[in-house]
Nanobody
């Protein structure tokens, strides 16, 4: 059983930056592909970014490509999402999730473990 705990959310002005983190415990973090998703009330959960277990390959949603960077530190059991040039439409609860393989990385139902989420609010 893997536990995921996100942190680093907060309030930031449009154009600003924020880095959210997700620490894993209870499993072998380095064997899992990791993803970030986000959700706002009344909307479906949206894929943001994913990274392979070794960190060598990353994937992004078109809406964040060029503004966000996903990375991981397997020695620290942590995955990060650096978000730059934030927009009000980036406001959401951000969740990290773990899956066994990177296949179909944008499909949330393929992820087996989820964190509780961290709120990111971007003011205009």
């Amino acid at each position: 059983q893997v536990q995921l705990v996100e942190s680093g959310g907060g309030l930031v002005q449009a154009g600003g930056s924020l880095r959210v983190s997700c620490v894993a415990s209870g499993g072998t973090f380095s064997t899992y592909a990791m993803g970030w998703f986000r959700q706002t009330p009344g909307k479906e959960r949206e894929f943001v970014a994913a990274i392979t277990s070794g960190g060598g390959t990353t994937y992004y949603a078109e809406s964040v490509k060029g503004r966000c960077t996903i990375s991981r530190d397997n020695a620290k059991n942590t995955v990060y999402l650096q978000m730059n040039s934030l927009k009000p439409e980036d406001t959401a609860v951000y969740y990290c999730a773990a899956k066994y393989t990177i296949n179909r990385y944008s499909a949330g139902h393929g992820y087996v473990y989820w964190g509780q989420g961290t709120q990111v609010t971007v003011s205009s």
